[in-house]
């Protein structure tokens, strides 16, 4: 993400990139950046196209792609998920029209897909000048820690060490919820002030680990009743929605990851726990649920007209049925 940002900023904009990777955070900060990049003021409504894999066909694929720009240097087309269950051929259409895209500077390719198949023609066919954003979590320990600091340099926050190995023993790989911990603890601090340990101790979430289990469980469990009772309880203490939905989506991320046969690390009672809530769902399902908590997120960035209390209603809702 960091080599992304860099090239950006040099003036480099490639014609096609891959996102690939299970954290959806990396995806959005990704995509947010190459559509500004791309449209760079330009209406939306005429020169910006969103396809998903689910229901695009190849023919709706080249059309965008090929499709001129209105009043605008270039136009970009989003591909959501090309091996959607539903969505057939997507794969060999890129690998046919990548080549030709290399010499276009009237449109930009963005893919994005949550899980990939390295072997693939398709993802193999990324190659320069098209690339490949690994959009994987950072790893714990040093990895997470780097990732603090530059999501901190890039909020314009001055985070000392020890405050970044604090925020990621706090947290954990929770991007979203790191991204906002930081926030808090730089208004903790004061403007122009070095964030401390002690202020990201002072600001630390008040949202105890118990009652977000507590949702995460009946959702899990399918007690849908018990979900509504418990986020309507969390809203009441303050609980952000931000940090809410980072939590489901960690939550969720387990469930996919047991449900593919990888074992859950942690307490053999926990690990159980996930288990059985993951052999509740399809595969499909998982997917769709992470999907739905990828939209809600977007909702609570400003993109629509629903309120995000009642986003986060019908997502629990639905998550739980």
């Not at 600001?203 to 899990?220: F, K, N, R, Y």
């Not at 986020?231 to 809410?244: E, F, N, S, T, Y």
């Given at each position: 993400m960091q080599k992304l940002r860099q090239e950006i900023s040099g003036g480099r904009l490639r014609s096609a990139y891959l996102l690939g990777g299970s954290e959806a955070l990396l995806r959005d900060d990704a995509l947010a950046a190459l559509r500004e990049a791309a449209l760079d003021g330009a209406s939306s409504d005429f020169n910006f196209d969103r396809l998903d894999g689910e229901s695009a066909k190849p023919a709706d694929l080249i059309d965008a792609v090929h499709s001129l720009p209105v009043m605008a240097p270039r136009r970009l087309v989003w591909l959501r998920e090309p091996e959607g269950k539903r969505g057939k051929g997507l794969g060999d259409t890129l690998v046919d029209l990548l080549p030709a895209l290399a010499e276009r500077e009237d449109v930009v390719l963005v893919v994005t897909a949550n899980q990939l198949d390295r072997r693939s023609r398709w993802v193999k066919a990324f190659q320069e000048p098209a690339v490949l954003v690994d959009c994987q979590p950072p790893p714990a320990g040093k990895g997470l820690v780097t990732w603090i600091r530059e999501e901190a340099k890039s909020q314009g926050v001055a985070l000392d060490d020890a405050a970044a190995q604090a925020l990621a023993e706090f947290t954990g790989p929770q991007l979203l919820l790191l991204r906002h911990e930081i926030e808090k603890a730089a208004l903790y601090a004061g403007p122009g002030e070095r964030v401390t340990r002690?202020?990201?101790?002072?600001?630390?979430?008040?949202?105890?680990?118990?009652?977000?289990?507590?949702?995460?469980?009946?959702?899990?469990?399918?007690?849908?009743?018990?979900?509504?009772?418990?986020?309507?309880?969390?809203?009441?203490?303050?609980?952000?929605?931000?940090?809410?939905?980072a939590s489901l989506a960690g939550h969720f991320r387990k469930l996919v990851r047991a449900r593919a046969g990888e074992a859950p690390r942690g307490h053999p009672f926990a690990v159980k726990k996930i288990q059985r809530q993951a052999s509740r769902y399809t595969a499909p399902r998982l997917r769709a649920c992470l999907d739905a908590i990828h939209d809600v997120d977007e909702i609570l960035k400003g993109q629509g007209n629903l309120d995000p209390t009642l986003a986060m209603q019908r997502l629990v809702l639905g998550l739980s049925a």
């Open positions: 002690s202020h990201v101790l002072g600001t630390a979430s008040d949202v105890a680990e118990d009652p977000i289990w507590d949702l995460t469980d009946a959702i899990g469990e399918g007690r849908t009743a018990d979900a509504m009772v418990v986020l309507h309880r969390l809203g009441g203490a303050g609980a952000p929605p931000p940090v809410l939905l």
